[in-house]
């Protein structure tokens, strides 16, 4: 099933697929099943991406050109995609990789062409450097790139069961043979003969006494070494690793695990070995963790054009460039479309005069806080966790950078519409209160269309009315529920008594509670 109609506007796009290399982006936009004019779309101002638009199956997908490779780059094309196009909930950033040859079993050998879906990214040169020249990689939670959204743990879930595993490979097959087609002498295998993986302490370097004289002594490599090809420094293949899938027909395998995501170009296999032994990732790349940092719903579907060592080779990027879409529109076949809907988060807060936590007006903004960020975890950007990790309590115990936070952090980026309930905001403490009622006139006399919204209950003392008079207009209604009357003070009892039985009832069920226990929990409360 392909999309048959053009979407209206930007937000209707929901996959973007992040490319940083041409050759890379040629391959995927060379799967789309239609492709869409990208200049009737436009970008948002300042927006320095250029864009591809088209439909892969049910999806209406935004590839994205990066203006180069790594981290920065990845980080920055990410913040202008969510800017100009809301909808993505998915970003995928595909293309080519290093990858980590596992030889514990046949089945485990990763080969050129091979296709790897990260199940979570590790910013293995995110740490520190020791005069002792000892690297200690961060890796404390704030350190630490979240996992993937729960959606896409599920699929990955799926499709790892032989079922899921069997259809994605037949997929991507199918799809590659398509590219091959298309795109002739771009995305053709480059043979058995051409995969060489060296044991990994076997240099990239000259190998012949009267070639370079610099690489034969002290077993240095010149600075040639790097634009010169295995053949041209005759490294030499008896030093290559056996592999018993080289003598099988060659087919690409879809791997699934962590992946390594920094800045540096890895080509060295004594290195690439101890990380991976050290993170438990089975590739390299470059922009996977750039654009984690802006988006919740990430993955990374790269294939391996070389073993991350000094024996690079371009001759596999054309190929492995050519997988990694496949898979992709392959993947993309397996992933549901969600219906986009309006996002709404609701907070609370009840003030306590009994107690002394629930009268401070800085600790209901701390409470709304945590709640809004354990909700919608993507708005917690690294900012908040810098100041919060600077200032400490000076942060949690200020009233207007926890308020400048709050509606900053909801104005600023796709937070959805967002209610906070402040719940008997008479008990608050008179400081704490005159603080919140100047907070909210200042912020509805700036702004009253905004996604975040207040809902407030007190009683109707004068000193509440006088403080909140400026918001005693039109837009913002106030409701005023009488309950002073006996009779009306008796509707409310009965309704409340009528809730307590039904929740103690529930609780004895659950607890398996006796008559007595019950009768006593009930008069308790009562």
């Known amino acids: 099933m392909t999309v048959n109609s053009p979407p209206t506007d930007r937000s209707q796009f929901g996959v973007g ?30 927006d320095t991406n250029a864009y591809s638009t088209g439909s892969i199956g049910r999806h209406n997908v935004v590839l994205v050109h990066m203006a180069g490779m790594g981290k920065i ?23 080519v990789c290093g990858a980590i040859p596992l030889r514990k079993q046949s089945d485990m050998e990763i080969h050129l062409g091979d296709v790897i879906i990260s199940e979570g990214l590790v910013q293995y040169d995110f740490g520190r450097r020791y005069s002792s020249n000892q690297f200690a990689r961060k890796d404390t939670p704030r350190d630490n790139l979240p996992r993937p959204s729960p959606e896409i743990r599920a699929v990955l879930a799926k499709l790892q069961v032989e079922q899921g595993r069997r259809a994605l490979h ?182 306590k005069d009994d107690f002394e936590d629930q009268r401070s007006s800085t600790k209901a903004l701390c409470c709304i806080l945590s ?60 400081e704490g209160r005159f603080l919140l009622e100047d907070a909210l006139c200042k912020f509805y006399g700036r702004k009253r269309d905004s996604n975040l919204k207040f809902l407030l209950t007190t009683r109707p003392y004068g000193k509440i009315k006088r403080g909140l008079r400026p918001l005693d207009i039109p837009e913002l209604p106030v409701i005023h529920l009488s309950g002073e009357s006996d009779a009306e003070m008796h509707k409310i009892s009965a309704e409340i008594e009528i809730f307590v039985r039904e929740r103690v009832k529930n609780i004895r069920a659950k607890l398996r509670l006796g008559h007595e226990e019950q009768q006593l929990l009930l008069e308790r409360l009562l």
């Open 17 to 46: 697929i992040i490319c940083a290399l041409p050759l890379e982006a040629t391959a995927v936009s060379a799967l789309f099943d239609t492709e869409w004019d990208s200049h009737l779309y436009g970008k948002a101002v300042g």
């Open 73 to 95: 780059a990845a980080a920055t094309a990410a913040a202008n995609l969510r800017a100009s196009f809301e909808g993505v909930q998915l970003a995928i950033v595909v293309g």
């Open 170 to 351: 037949e997929r991507t097959i199918g799809h590659l043979l398509d590219l091959r087609e298309k795109l002739y002498g771009v995305a053709t295998y480059p043979g058995a003969t051409e995969d060489k993986f060296f044991e990994p302490t076997y240099r990239h370097k000259h190998h012949v006494d009267w070639t370079c004289a610099a690489c034969l002594k002290n077993d240095d490599v010149c600075d040639s070494e790097i634009k010169l090809t295995c053949d041209h420094l005759q490294c030499h293949e008896g030093n290559l690793v056996p592999r018993q899938r080289l003598s099988e027909p060659f087919n690409p395998v879809i791997h699934f695990g962590l992946v390594a995501s920094g800045d540096t170009v890895m080509k060295s296999g004594v290195d690439r070995d101890s990380i991976a032994a050290r993170d438990q990732v089975i590739a390299f790349e470059m922009e996977g963790a750039g654009v984690r940092k802006l988006f919740q719903g990430v993955l990374v579907i790269k294939a391996a054009c070389d073993y991350a060592d000094s024996h690079k080779s371009k001759n596999w990027q054309g190929y492995a460039a050519a997988t990694a879409a496949a898979a992709t529109k392959g993947f993309l076949e397996h992933w549901a479309i969600s219906l986009r809907v309006d996002r709404r988060t609701i907070c609370y807060f009840f003030f």
């Open 371 to 430: 709640q809004l960020f354990e909700a919608r975890r993507d708005l917690l950007s690294e900012g908040i966790l810098e100041q919060f990790e600077i200032q400490g309590d000076n942060f949690t115990n200020s009233f207007s950078e926890l308020w400048d936070t709050l509606v900053t952090t909801i104005e600023a980026r796709n937070a959805g519409e967002v209610i906070i309930l402040l719940d008997a905001i008479d008990e608050c403490e008179d």
